[in-house]
């Protein structure tokens, strides 16, 4: 039975565009979520804006989701530069592991080319594979293909907070993928996927029941 959970972002905000309104329904089911971000992301900051930008946003975007301040971990690795960090960032994941006992984790996937994602996907592997179900998020933009292994049905109130969450990221919003009409369209399309209204999907990487 899956009663924690630990969604691994490389980036603060890729937990909430890939995986926003899943977090949404299995906190309304009484799931435990924990939340890590491992970079702030700031060289990704407008100019005009203080450098602690998207640490604030992130908070609040997770905390609009409903994970408590508590269970969110933000680490500060260098945006573009995780293959640099790769044995911190797997000695991260493991103390991470140890401190939350998750019976799944949410993790890039395997068809995800962004750089910093592959490190977290790969050193994820590499910290849960013996002690937990692993499923990857999907980034589109990111992939070249993708497998539909596991579809988590969304309702309209989990799709209206995932949407209020990802507004909070002011800094980022002109972003494509921040944009209302992008986000349902894409989980109106997963959703016709299996013959329901919305729905997120993930990769199957690990099933451990």
Request: net charge negative; with cysteine; glycine share 4%.
């Amino acid at each position: 039975m899956i009663n924690r959970i630990l969604v691994l972002s490389p980036h603060t905000d890729d937990g909430e565009i890939s995986a926003g309104g899943s977090i949404v329904r299995f906190i309304e089911e009484g799931k435990e979520i924990f939340y890590v971000a491992f970079s702030s992301c700031e060289k990704s900051v407008p100019d005009n804006l203080p450098r602690d930008t998207l640490i604030n946003e992130c908070m609040e975007a997770t905390a609009e989701l409903g994970i408590p301040r508590s269970h969110n971990i933000l680490l500060d690795f260098d945006v573009r530069e995780f293959h640099r960090y790769r044995q911190e960032i797997l000695d991260a994941m493991i103390n991470i592991k140890k401190d939350t006992e998750p019976d799944l984790v949410i993790t890039p996937s395997s068809f995800d080319t962004h750089q910093d994602h592959q490190v977290i996907y790969n050193e994820s592997l590499r910290a849960f594979k013996k002690s937990a179900s692993i499923w990857g998020m999907e980034h589109p933009w990111n992939n070249l293909n993708f497998r539909t292994d596991i579809f988590i049905e969304l309702a309209d109130r989990h799709v209206l907070k995932k949407v209020a969450a990802l507004k909070k990221y002011g800094s980022q919003s002109q972003r494509d993928y921040f944009s209302r009409e992008y986000i349902n369209a894409h989980l109106l399309t997963r959703g016709m996927n299996i013959g329901a209204q919305y729905s997120e999907v993930f990769e199957c990487i690990r099933l451990r029941m």
